[in-house]
């Protein structure tokens, strides 16, 4: 060891006998073995606080939510989506005067039309990845095929092409993120490109072999029904792998055994209302978060393989909140913000409005609820959802980003609601024909 190096050890000075240089030698050992052991406790107690703020990051993004107690409500949204997912100005200018309530194709189509331009040419500039806007795309998609307009199509296409046909994948596996899936791979079942699907298939295909957690509800809301299981059920017709849709009936109806009522035929929204009430007493339910799902039974329902086992148990369950919801329609047509307590709101929520009326409608349409008992429910949310429509094709009286009930302006406009709307008219217009 050179005397520099017994130096840098706190050994200053050159050994003089072959004693002396053996004792330095033995101190400088034990010299060197101290430092290595307080450099690794240092370096063990920074990794284990490393380790503890991740973990705490990777909770907050994810919010895992135990089985037993699911509280608080979904990852807030960004603020780019909150701008621009809608607005609520204090002069939204004039309703409409030129629309009809009767229900033909020539006036479903021209509505249908109105609020799809109003929106596609406010909302073309800020797409994005995010739920909020998943909604509007599958109504524009739809908005399409009701009005003959191939342009709602088209901008669809290039906006997942803008994308690269990728979801939104940093806090996997929430289902908010997988939303936009519903889009791509509807697309990609009209032209089965495989760059359509990829990614979708490579998150899903994470999903379906990720451990289960006892302890742990993955789609602890039920919001979540809308965004995650009609992309599931679609990849598994996509591919024929049975994986997903397994994969898709094992969660809700976890889900389902959590926030499902089976006294009131209605889902709470997530665990934090167990034992709310409103006002006058009564359970509190969301209408968006059933209209969500409302909305999931008829994206599921449309791909998954009539002869599924469990077919019949979603259809036992969208028969018997179907009905619920028929009963408590308000005498506009429309639906309040808390389900059950309608004079607590000065408005109807048309966007749990919207979601009721294209779930019956399909419903009605398809055979599996009776027309003669829902056919008037329709007809009437339908007129009262176009008594919200503006001059220039605004939709009004959608809530905004939220998890609970909440109340807001005339002229609240908000992406998800109108794609609601859209998915609707696509409905009302196929009734027509019947």
Not at 302 to 322: F, G, H, L, S, T
Not at 335 to 344: I, K
Not at 379 to 408: C, E, N, V
């Amino acid at each position: 060891m050179s005397s520099r190096g017994v130096e840098t050890l706190g050994l200053p000075g050159l050994a003089r006998s072959p004693l002396d240089y053996k004792h330095i030698q033995v101190a400088a050992k034990k010299k060197a073995a101290r430092m290595r052991l307080t450099d690794g406790i240092r370096r063990g107690a920074w990794c284990i606080a490393m380790m503890v703020t991740l973990a705490c990051l990777g909770t907050s993004a994810q919010q895992p939510q135990s089985k037993a107690i699911e509280t608080g409500p979904a990852t807030a949204p960004s603020p780019v989506e909150r701008a621009s997912s809608g607005d609520s100005p204090d002069d939204p200018g004039p309703l409409a005067t030129d629309l009809s309530a009767a229900i033909t194709h020539a006036n479903v189509r021209k509505a249908a039309k109105k609020v799809a331009d109003w929106e596609l040419a406010r909302a073309k500039p800020v797409f994005n990845q995010q739920w909020t806007f998943a909604a509007l795309y599958d109504g524009f998609l739809a908005a399409s095929k009701t009005t003959g307009d191939p342009r709602y199509h088209d901008a669809m296409v290039k906006m997942a092409e803008g994308y690269d046909w990728k979801l939104l994948d940093l806090r996997f596996p929430h289902a908010d993120d997988m939303a936009l899936g519903q889009t791509y791979l509807d697309l990609y079942l009209e032209k089965r490109d495989p760059v359509r699907m990829a990614d979708t298939k490579e998150i899903l295909d994470k999903l379906v072999v990720r451990p289960d957690d006892p302890s742990k509800l993955l789609w602890w809301w039920c919001d979540a029904l809308f965004m995650a299981p009609p992309v599931l059920a679609r990849m598994s017709a996509a591919t024929g792998d049975p994986r997903y849709l397994e994969t898709m009936d094992k969660e809700w109806w976890e889900t389902s055994a959590s926030l499902y009522d089976p006294a009131e035929h209605l889902y709470f929204r997530d665990s934090r209302f167990f034992t709310q009430k409103q006002d006058n007493g009564q359970k509190l339910f969301w209408a968006r978060g059933n209209g969500w799902v409302m909305g999931a039974f008829v994206k599921v329902l449309e791909v998954m393989p009539k002869d599924y086992p469990n077919r019949a148990k979603y259809i036992a369950q969208y028969k018997q909140m179907a009905t619920r919801i028929a009963s408590i329609q308000s005498k506009d047509g429309l639906w309040r913000s808390g389900l059950l307590d309608p004079d607590a709101y000065d408005l109807p929520e048309v966007s749990g409005s919207a979601f009721f009326t294209y779930s019956l409608a399909w419903g009605v349409n398809h055979g599996v609820l009776d027309r003669a008992e829902f056919e008037p429910v329709v007809k009437r949310a339908w007129a009262g959802m176009l008594t919200h429509i503006y001059a220039d094709g605004r939709l009004g009286s959608i809530q905004p980003i939220d998890g609970q009930p909440g109340k807001f302006k005339p002229s609240a406009s908000y992406v998800y609601g109108v794609g609601g709307f859209l998915l609707a008219t696509s409905e009302v217009d196929a009734m027509a024909a019947k």
